[in-house]
């Protein structure tokens, strides 16, 4: 953390410490939360159009869960980029940097049967999953508690939900 200090004119000085981190320190966490944001991006977009689009005998159950999975998504997008916010920088992407930069590319959801949402949505979370693993070693090696817990929580919530969707693929 950056230390600041100031004279005040008597014979002590005071010293204040700057909430977060400096620049230099942070900036990797910033690339890889700006990635991971990129990729949630699109799967959320991926996310609308299966819950818009999903037919058939798994219409009720599918249609829900695709509205669950990118509600979450949506609250985490805000997370992220709040705490990258939190390191005095702006999180600012345009649709086409974000495309350029996510590995999680979008899909014709009118065209895709049920079984083939879920199986893109698991392919979908192994690259989170993969994203979230470089902003949590990118956040222990500068000593970022936060951000490393926050992305824990967000890898537990989906592991569980990879479980759940791989269970329903049997």
């Known amino acids: 953390m950056e230390t600041l200090t100031k004279n005040t004119n008597t014979t002590s000085k005071k010293t204040y410490r700057k909430l977060g981190f400096t620049y230099l320190e942070t900036a990797e966490i910033v690339v890889h939360l700006n990635e991971l944001i990129a990729n949630y991006i699109v799967h959320y977009h991926k996310l609308r159009n299966f819950h818009w689009n999903v037919d058939g005998p798994d219409f009720f159950e599918l249609h829900q869960e695709f509205e669950d999975e990118y509600n979450t998504v949506k609250e985490n997008i805000d997370v992220l980029a709040e705490r990258i916010r939190v390191f005095g920088i702006k999180p600012s992407m345009t649709m ?49 508690n936060v951000t490393e817990q926050i992305i824990t929580d967000f890898m537990r919530a989906l592991e569980k939900r990879n479980w759940m969707f791989t269970s329903w693929t049997k």
């Open 96 to 144: 086409t940097e974000i495309l350029s930069v996510s590995e999680i590319k979008e899909a014709n959801a009118a065209k895709m049967s049920p079984i083939e949402m879920v199986t893109q949505l698991l392919k979908d979370y192994d690259i989170l999953h993969h994203k979230m693993l470089n902003v949590v070693n990118a956040a222990l090696d500068t000593g970022d």
